[in-house]
């Protein structure tokens, strides 16, 4: 169970029973229920799911970003121990950039095609740091020379649309990094990209977080990616997380029904011809959210249990924690508990 | 050697582009492609945005009029006067299952329209037959009938777009891209689908994608095209293992692959650079100016696809 005990050290970010909502015309739409997971420095979380998971809106409610209609309804999200959904907006103002900040998915809509690199880039930096005209053009050069942009003096001259689907990731990664946070967000960051573009961003990221010494959320559905990049994994399904572990505990020894359903509906690197095994039915309807398991109605070895409660989540080990009705059965048949 | 099904000779596809107010540039989309299906096979075309892969699956279907080069189905050219017919044989599955369907239309006449188009029912019983039947084998449900696109998933409706390619009962399908819109879980229901429904009606397969894990998977042989050439073509297995196109090795490497133990160990070769526009490619091998080991000759010609052994194809002076 997720302990809240407050000797334990500070996190540099901890997400406790975190619940959003949307307010739409088809009523509230529960888009996460009950997410917890703390975040230290220099780590590097993966948040993994299908589209509807709650991944993206857990990494937006962290970022005080939901679209007008989605409210915190529940839960605290503390940055240093002090909880930011309390904050006003000028309070947030200050957090975003400077302690947290994030990357999107497509970067062909995150730049504002009117205005060039450089005054989009150097907007970010007076508006987070004291830094101001020759300064301020100094410090985007020498991000964009992080980010490993060639000629960035002539790059900042430059509108976005005179880049490519790469180039603008690593602009955006500059812009992110403008005021050095503590933790980047990145919200399938190289979904829009070719796979060779793709191992570029991925090795930027990387690197920057060692050189820089930052905390890396990546939410995403790439389960190759996740394997690659990330300490920890959180897997989650209809705004739950199911499973959560080290990589080599998500990936060899997974103890959901779902994680485990998920890595036999990917080809098997070992045997490619191994016929895939899919996960039966559709994905939920978060609309319609079952009482229980958010899983149930798709899997295999739903029991009775499952329709009715949603699952505890219990050790399974110091470096895996999962939340399946199979595990606490197995305990019981194992006399464990 | 027996007829392929599909041969695709020197197949080129160049777009106008205008450049200027009087200057009109052609932005060669596919230039010189060769390569054959044979019947029940799935060849796998890979590559990155742009290089003209899913222009390849079109200009086969004659959904544009190539530039030069012809296309043969079982011996047969593929001309624009017979492809009414031909298509009887030939089918697509588009990548986007939300915008490839009528929203004013049900999931019947969706079906029923190829079979409308071809006349292959003599009464409205058989049409109903055989729309039930095509529907029973993407697994859709027959009350499903009555319903519109809209009130479909995106799995279901992929399963509504192959069940329409079906319809007229075709040899051939090019499938474009038609899993990457779909969360992984059901990817591999359709994928399952479609390895389903080659053993069953012995139709052969051009898969578009650029999921490399799932082409291999899919795959007898694979062609990796790169700004509008193949580079490199063969067996699945070799293509992957041991690729000898520099590009397709970058490629190869770049993927990546769930199983953090491997994948963090491998020797990963990171391409520098973008791919360049295709309205200025560069004079001989297009990936010469990404390429570790461009030499002099690389610049100067375009190296011809050569055989490497058991039918592996490469497209390189230096390897």
């Known amino acids: ?319 895996h924690k999962a939340s399946c009705w199979m595990n606490i059965k197995a305990a019981f048949e194992g006399g464990c508990v | 050697m027996s007829t392929p099904l599909i041969d695709v000779r020197n197949l080129k596809q160049y777009f106008p582009v205008k450049t200027g107010l009087f200057k009109t540039e052609f932005l060669k989309a596919v230039d010189d492609v060769s390569f054959s299906i044979n019947e029940g096979e799935t060849l796998g075309l890979v590559g990155e945005s742009g290089c003209g892969k899913t222009t390849v699956g079109r200009s086969i279907l004659r959904l544009y009029e190539p530039t030069a080069g012809e296309v043969l189905y079982d011996g047969v050219p593929v001309t624009a006067k017979n492809i009414g017919r031909m298509r009887q044989n030939m089918q697509m599955v588009f990548q986007d299952p939300y915008s490839s369907l009528d929203p004013r239309m049900t999931v019947e006449d969706i079906i029923g329209e190829p079979l409308d188009v071809h006349k292959l029912y003599e009464n409205r019983a058989e049409r109903r037959e055989k729309i039930l039947t095509l529907m029973d084998y993407v697994g859709l449900n027959a009350e499903h009938a009555t319903r519109y696109a809209h009130e479909f998933s995106g799995g279901q409706r992929q399963r509504i777009g192959i069940a329409r390619a079906l319809a007229v009962n075709p040899k051939f399908i090019v499938c474009d ?37 799932v082409v291999h998977h899919i795959s007898q042989r694979i062609a990796v095209m790169y700004l509008g050439k193949i580079v490199e073509m063969g067996k699945a297995d070799d293509v992957n293992y041991t690729s000898i196109h520099p590009y397709t090795q970058s490629l190869m490497s770049a993927v990546p692959i769930p199983d953090p133990d491997y994948t963090r160990q491998r020797h990963r070769i990171v391409l520098q650079g973008d791919v360049p526009s295709p309205l200025h490619m560069p004079t001989g091998c297009p990936f010469r100016t990404r390429c570790r080991y461009a030499c002099e000759q690389c610049a100067q010609e375009m190296p011809p696809l050569t055989d490497r052994g058991g039918g592996h194809m490469v497209a390189c002076w230096v390897k």
């Open chain 1, 1 to 319: 169970m997720e302990s809240t005990n407050t000797f334990e050290k500070q996190h540099l970010l901890s997400v406790q029973d975190l619940h959003t909502s949307f307010f739409t015309d088809s009523g509230e739409v529960h888009a996460v229920n009950g997410v917890s997971f703390n975040l230290d420095e220099g780590e590097i979380l993966g948040i993994v799911g299908e589209s509807g998971s709650g991944k993206s809106v857990t990494a937006y409610s962290i970022m005080q970003i939901l679209a007008s209609t989605g409210k915190v309804v529940g839960g605290k999200i503390l940055y240093k121990g002090d909880d930011l959904t309390k904050w006003n907006e000028s309070k947030l103002d200050k957090f975003r950039g400077k302690c947290v900040s994030i990357i999107f998915q497509d970067p062909m809509t995150s730049l504002n095609p009117v205005f060039t690199i450089g005054n989009q880039l150097i907007e970010a930096i007076t508006l987070h740091t004291d830094k101001r005209g020759a300064e301020a053009k100094a410090r985007a050069i020498e991000l964009l020379s992080l980010v490993g942009i060639n000629e960035p003096e002539r790059r900042l001259k430059q509108y976005p649309h005179e880049h490519s689907g790469g180039m603008r990731q690593r602009v955006m990664i500059a812009m992110a990094l403008a005021c050095e946070p503590d933790i980047l967000i990145a919200d399938e960051p190289t979904t829009a990209l070719d796979v060779t573009i793709q191992a570029q961003i991925l090795e930027l990221i990387q690197s920057l977080q060692k050189k820089l010494g930052m905390a890396v959320i990546l939410v995403t559905h790439d389960l190759g990616v996740i394997a690659e990049m990330c300490d920890n994994i959180i897997v989650m399904y209809g705004g739950r997380i199911c499973e959560r572990g080290t990589a080599s505990e998500i990936f060899y020894n997974p103890k959901h029904e779902y994680t485990k359903g998920l890595l036999r509906s990917i080809p098997n690197v070992k045997d490619m011809k191994q016929r895939l095994v899919p996960i039966s039915g559709t994905p939920i309807n978060i609309l319609n959210l079952p009482k229980g398991c958010p899983f149930c109605a798709r899997c295999e070895n739903c029991m009775k249990i499952c329709l009715q409660e949603p699952p505890l989540e219990i050790d399974i080990n110091e470096n």
């Open chain 2, 177 to 213: 891209e038609p899993v990457s819109a779909l969360d992984v879980s059901i990817q591999a229901q359709v994928i399952n689908m479609f390895e389903d429904l080659q053993v069953k009606l012995g139709v052969a397969y051009l898969f578009i994608a650029h999921d490399l894990l």
